[in-house]
């Protein structure tokens, strides 16, 4: 079972009105020693079912058997959350451009390095949630360096971004930190978003992460500084659009889906809350 639940709160600045401006971490400890596993959202605030997601994945792991940690980091930037915005209206910045941060820079590069030293710089594995904003409702997951991983949330769109190539590589992302320097695995989900009820989604990403993260989840990640693909774990596999539509978890078999490669697609697909069919799309991506 989780042994203990820590609430952590470093300070990264002080703001306009003396208050501490602080990262929000919950910490769930289980009984016997193992990884960390950090699941992170909100990095952009206008972004939140990833942050509904954390909150009902906390009260699922909470009363389950845990081996290591889990950080929960519900809502990365909290300044952007309050307002709904993209990004913090002290700088008006994007955070997923800021990595690793400065300590002595503006609001979003002190958030960023205090995020990288508290956060990214201590986990040995990291879940990145995205979503569609309030216009797109989006469904996809990112290829980065573990492709068993990103493709165990079940999306039918994967999406491999290509190093050099325009518009499918951002500079200063959480990936500066997590891939260029520690090369952890890595999964970005993108999933949610639009005019549209997001409880059915959160709770489908709520139950598959649950599962991840559980006793035959994390007890399976094992601790490494440099992963590679013979020793990367066997992660289950979910079918997050069954889920959708019947809030629960089923595993899905079959052939592996093929991933979108960018060099032959130049933006990030999307689904349309109108349209069942997946297309390109222009968007800002993660």
Known sequence: MVKTIN???????TNADGSDAVLFIHELVGEEAGPTVGISASIHGNENTGSQAILELFHILKDMPLKGRILLLPVANPSAFAVNER???IDKVDLNRQFPGNPKGTYSQQLAHALTEQYLNVIDIHIDLHSGTDRP?????YIWNDEELSRAFGSKVLYRPVENKQGTVFGGTTKSVTIDTRNIPVAVIELGGGIVDQTPIS???STAFSTCCGPRGSSRVKSRPTPSRSSSPSWPVFDLHRAVS???WLPRTGKPL??????AASSAPTISKCS?????RSRTAS
């Open 7 to 13: 609430q952590l709160r470093p300070k990264f600045t």
């Open 87 to 89: 990004y913090a209206t």
């Open 137 to 141: 409702t989006v469904d996809y997951v």
């Open 203 to 205: 709770s489908a990403r």
């Open 246 to 248: 019947s809030k629960r």
């Open 258 to 263: 093929p991933a979108i490669n960018c060099s």
């Open 276 to 280: 069942k069919r997946s297309r390109p």
